[in-house]
């Protein structure tokens, strides 16, 4: 379970992406990667705290997100699991707010991150410029 907060955006929408915009979304990286690094952390270990092993609880996720698959469970595990999908989905809002705050605190709108992040996955000459702009810090 990763965290995220971008919307899809049309592929074909060119994205202009200003220099001083890149630095924004490079200064507001590092930052973002620890905040998913935690945010990883703590999911696994909320999950141990439930008496899951990640295998086990990644296997009842992919049941429960995907019509196609199903998995033998006890209602014990069908009950802590119900109560461990809940706390994650609150820890997941702190994750996003935590995120969303660091892009602001950039001066940035999160659309307009969203915007350029989108583009990113696509845009291999704006990945290069990102790429330079965080060597530059």
């Given at each position: 379970?990763?965290?995220?907060?971008?919307?899809?955006?049309?592929?074909?929408?060119?994205?202009?992406?200003?220099?001083?915009?890149?630095?924004?979304?490079?200064s507001?990286?590092?930052?973002?990667?620890k905040?998913?690094?935690?945010?990883?952390?703590?999911?696994?270990?909320?999950?141990?705290?439930?008496?899951?092993?990640?295998?086990?609880?990644?296997?009842m996720?992919?049941?429960?997100?995907?019509?196609?698959?199903?998995?033998?469970?006890?209602?014990?595990?069908?009950?802590?699991?119900?109560?461990?999908?809940?706390?994650?989905?609150?820890?997941?809002?702190?994750?996003?707010?935590?995120?969303?705050?660091?892009?602001?605190?950039?001066?940035?709108?999160?659309?307009?991150?969203?915007?350029?992040?989108?583009?990113?996955?696509?845009?291999?000459?704006?990945?290069?410029?990102?790429?330079?702009?965080?060597?530059?810090?």
């Amino acid at each position: 379970m990763g965290v995220s907060t971008f919307s899809l955006v049309n592929a074909q929408d060119q994205v202009e992406v200003t220099d001083a915009e890149l630095n924004k979304i490079a200064s507001a990286f590092q930052d973002i990667q620890k905040v998913n690094m935690e945010a990883q952390e703590k999911v696994m270990e909320t999950v141990k705290d439930n008496g899951f092993e990640v295998d086990r609880f990644n296997e009842m996720y992919q049941a429960s997100a995907s019509p196609e698959k199903s998995v033998d469970a006890t209602d014990d595990e069908k009950q802590r699991f119900g109560k461990l999908m809940s706390e994650l989905q609150q820890m997941q809002v702190g994750f996003t707010e935590q995120i969303e705050e660091i892009i602001s605190n950039e001066g940035m709108s999160i659309e307009r991150y969203q915007a350029i992040a989108m583009a990113l996955q696509t845009d291999s000459e704006l990945q290069g410029r990102l790429k330079s702009k965080l060597q530059d810090q």
